[in-house]
């Protein structure tokens, strides 16, 4: 035995895309990142504030909800 502890796994961090739609200063922003089974929702002005993490379904309804 070596000593060596191992340690969990953990995920990579979020890869965040910054929304295409804004203000007209280009600073009313939301980010989002994808999960395997959700998507990561964040101020970009704020990053380090939190994120809404919401399943992936219920997005993707909001999202097309949006669109009618």
């Given at each position: 035995m070596t000593g060596i502890a191992t340690s969990p796994t953990r995920p990579a961090p979020p890869a965040w895309i910054k929304s295409s739609y804004s203000g007209?200063?280009?600073?009313?922003?939301?980010?989002?990142?994808?999960?395997?089974?959700?998507?990561?929702?964040?101020?970009?002005?704020?990053?380090?504030?939190?994120?809404?993490?919401v399943p992936r379904t219920a997005f993707v309804a909001f999202i097309e909800a949006l669109k009618r």
């Open positions: 007209g200063e280009g600073n009313e922003c939301v980010e989002v990142a994808f999960r395997d089974r959700a998507t990561v929702i964040r101020d970009s002005k704020a990053p380090t504030r939190g994120a809404l993490s």
